[in-house]
C-alpha cells in the first residue's frame, strides 16, 4: 500500500512560481514511476509530467520550458517546480505512483488547489 500527499499549492499572480511537494509513504519507492496531473473545473483530469525511478522525464507540451519535475530517493519525495505560471494553469494538481511491475497499479494524492490570476 501506497499513501502519496502533496503540499505547496496556492495563489499566485500570472509570471510567479510555487513548488509542489508530494511525499511517498509505502513500498519500495524505486519500483514507481512518478507523475503529477491536473484537474481544471469542468475538464478531464490530464497528465502534466512524469519522471521514471533512473531520472528521465516528459512533459506535456503547454508546461515544457516551464515546469521541472524531480523526485529525491533519499527522502522518497517528488516535487513539481512551476515557473512562469499562467491562468491557465489553474487546476487541482495530484501526485501519481504508478507500479512499474505491472503498469496497471496506480496510487493518488489527495490534490493541491492551484490559483494563478491574471
Known amino acids: 500500500q501506497v499513501e502519496l500527499a502533496e503540499s505547496g499549492g496556492g495563489l499566485v499572480q500570472a509570471g510567479g512560481s510555487l513548488r509542489l511537494s508530494c511525499s511517498f509513504l509505502?513500498?519500495?519507492?524505486?519500483?514507481?514511476?512518478m507523475g503529477w496531473y491536473r484537474q481544471a473545473p469542468g475538464k478531464q483530469r490530464e497528465l502534466v509530467t512524469t519522471?521514471?525511478?533512473?531520472?528521465?522525464?516528459s512533459y506535456e507540451d503547454s508546461v515544457k520550458g516551464r515546469f521541472t519535475i524531480s523526485r529525491d530517493h533519499a527522502k522518497n519525495m517528488v516535487y513539481l517546480q512551476m515557473n512562469s505560471l499562467k491562468p491557465e494553469d489553474t487546476a487541482v494538481y495530484y501526485c501519481?505512483?504508478?507500479?512499474?511491475?505491472?503498469?496497471?497499479?496506480?496510487?493518488w494524492g489527495q490534490g493541491t488547489q492551484v490559483t494563478v490570476s491574471s
Open positions: 519522471i521514471t525511478p533512473g531520472g528521465s522525464t
Open positions: 509505502g513500498t519500495t519507492f524505486s519500483w514507481y514511476v
Open positions: 501519481n505512483a504508478k507500479d512499474l511491475r505491472d503498469y496497471s497499479t496506480d496510487y
